[in-house]
């Protein structure tokens, strides 16, 4: 894809996240243009949130299924599992579009040392790779985790809403042991405080931390929540959470 389309910059994005009962984390390498942006966070329960935002390296690297950290006392290496995503293209604006592909509930596999505390990580988790033109002032708000249902199944999802969110074709998906299947639209609270379904079920979450980040470089302008938590509930079809782990976002941008 073009670094320009009609005057819109590329954005792309690829974003790997780990959710588990103890540890989760996020690593992301974020293109705007010719600007590089990368950022990571982990939460542990009831502890602090450590996290950065870099414009250089700042020693993270997400390429191809593997993500590393190695930075102010951190150090994280996870590889996800080979596996295939469910892809989209949308329209964004007059002239824009943007491609995805989501995955979740794959498992992510490796080890994190946060001050010298030592965790080996096998969860489950989630990737998104975006790449798109999209339009001057886009918001969204989303949703993404993992865990297992009652009946023992591994479960992930992907809910959206604000962009790419279209009654059908849309980049929602929920994979049950692997497989995916398109939910009908999510609503997900201002407060981000719960996800419902048009066609039934409810998630309600609680947060154990939150990366907030507010950014003014002129061209540029963003207002970002994304909470790490626990949710609880049912998914449509009647999928009934036993554990889920991961996180809600709110993202208001000028770029």
Same mark, same amino acid.
């Given at each position: 894809?073009?670094?320009?389309?009609?005057?819109?910059?590329?954005?792309?994005?690829?974003?790997?996240?780990?959710?588990?009962?103890?540890?989760?984390?996020?690593?992301?390498?974020?293109?705007?243009?010719?600007? !590089?942006?990368?950022?990571?966070?982990?939460?542990?329960?009831?502890?602090?949130?450590?996290?950065?935002?870099?414009?250089?390296?700042?020693?993270?690297?997400?390429?191809?299924?593997?993500?590393?950290?190695?930075?102010?006392?951190?150090?994280?290496?996870?590889?996800?599992?080979?596996?295939?995503? *469910?892809?989209?293209?949308?329209?964004?604006? !007059?002239?824009?579009?943007?491609?995805?592909?989501?995955?979740?509930?794959?498992?992510?596999?490796?080890?994190?040392?946060?001050?010298?505390?030592?965790?080996?990580?096998?969860?489950?988790?989630?990737?998104?790779?975006?790449?798109?033109?999209?339009?001057?002032?886009?918001?969204?708000?989303?949703?993404?985790?993992?865990?297992?249902?009652?009946?023992?199944?591994?479960?992930?999802?992907?809910?959206?809403?604000?962009?790419?969110?279209?009654?059908?074709?849309? /980049?929602?998906?929920?994979?049950?042991?692997?497989?995916?299947? /398109?939910?009908?639209?999510?609503?997900?609270?201002?407060?981000?405080?719960?996800?419902?379904?048009? /066609?039934?079920?409810?998630?309600?979450?609680?947060?154990?931390?939150?990366?907030?980040?507010?950014?003014?470089?002129?061209?540029?302008?963003?207002?970002?929540?994304?909470?790490?938590?626990?949710?609880?509930?049912?998914?449509?079809?009647?999928?009934?959470?036993?554990?889920? @782990?991961?996180?809600? /976002?709110? @993202?208001? *941008?000028?770029?």
């Amino acid at each position: 894809m073009a670094l320009l389309r009609r005057g819109r910059p590329l954005k792309h994005w690829r974003y790997v996240g780990a959710y588990g009962p103890d540890l989760m984390l996020c690593v992301c390498d974020v293109r705007i243009g010719p600007a !590089r942006q990368r950022f990571w966070a982990v939460a542990e329960h009831d502890r602090p949130l450590r996290t950065r935002t870099t414009m250089g390296a700042g020693g993270v690297s997400v390429e191809g299924q593997r993500a590393t950290v190695d930075a102010n006392g951190v150090r994280i290496d996870v590889l996800v599992d080979p596996a295939d995503g *469910v892809e989209s293209v949308h329209p964004s604006g !007059r002239s824009g579009y943007v491609w995805t592909r989501k995955l979740a509930g794959v498992p992510v596999r490796g080890e994190v040392v946060l001050d010298g505390r030592r965790y080996e990580l096998d969860v489950l988790g989630v990737v998104d790779e975006t790449a798109g033109y999209h339009q001057r002032h886009t918001a969204w708000r989303w949703c993404a985790g993992a865990g297992r249902l009652r009946d023992g199944r591994t479960v992930g999802w992907n809910l959206v809403t604000g962009v790419n969110d279209s009654p059908k074709d849309s /980049e929602r998906a929920i994979w049950v042991d692997g497989v995916p299947f /398109e939910p009908g639209p999510a609503d997900i609270a201002e407060d981000l405080s719960a996800v419902r379904f048009a /066609e039934g079920g409810e998630l309600r979450f609680e947060a154990w931390s939150e990366r907030a980040e507010r950014t003014n470089l002129l061209l540029i302008r963003s207002s970002y929540r994304q909470p790490f938590g626990t949710f609880a509930g049912f998914l449509p079809g009647d999928l009934e959470l036993a554990e889920g @782990h991961g996180v809600m /976002e709110w @993202h208001d *941008v000028r770029w």
